[in-house]
Nanobody, 123 residues
Framework: QVQLVESGGGLVQAGGSLRLSCAASGRTFSTCAMGWFRQAPGKEREFVSAISGDGGTTYYAGSVKRRFTISRDNTKQTVFLQMNSLTPEDTAVYYC????????????????WGQGTQVTVSS
C-alpha cells in the first residue's frame, strides 16, 4: 500500500515557477514508478511527467518538456516536479500517482493517487 500527499501548489504569475512535492508512505517506494498528471476544469486528466523507480528514466508530455523537471529522492520517499516558465494553460489540479513497474503515460495504469494540489497561473 502506498499513500501519497502532494504539496507546493498555489497562485503564480505567468513566467513564474513552482515546485510540487509528493510525499509517499510505504516500504516499496523505490520500486514504484511515479507520475504527475493534471486536470483542468472540464478536461480529462492528462499526463505531465513520470520517473522510474531508480530515477534513471524520465518521461515528459510535449507541452511541458524543457519547462518542467521531475526528480525523486528515495531516501525521503518524495518525488518533485519543478515547473518553470508557467503559462495560464498550466492551470490545473496536479496529481501524483504511483505504480509498480515502469513509468507510464496512462492514468489507468497507476495504482495509487494523491488528493491533488491546485496550481493557478495568472496572466
Amino acid at each position: 500500500q502506498v499513500q501519497l500527499v502532494e504539496s507546493g501548489g498555489g497562485l503564480v504569475q505567468a513566467g513564474g515557477s513552482l515546485r510540487l512535492s509528493c510525499a509517499a508512505s510505504g516500504r516499496t517506494f523505490s520500486t514504484c514508478a511515479m507520475g504527475w498528471f493534471r486536470q483542468a476544469p472540464g478536461k480529462e486528466r492528462e499526463f505531465v511527467s513520470a520517473i522510474s523507480g531508480d530515477g534513471g528514466t524520465t518521461y515528459y508530455a510535449g507541452s511541458v518538456k524543457r519547462r518542467f523537471t521531475i526528480s525523486r529522492d528515495n531516501t525521503k520517499q518524495t518525488v518533485f516536479l519543478q515547473m518553470n516558465s508557467l503559462t495560464p494553460e498550466d492551470t490545473a489540479v496536479y496529481y501524483c500517482a504511483a505504480r509498480y513497474g515502469s513509468g507510464s503515460r496512462w492514468p489507468r495504469e497507476y495504482d495509487y493517487w494523491g488528493q491533488g494540489t491546485q496550481v493557478t497561473v495568472s496572466s
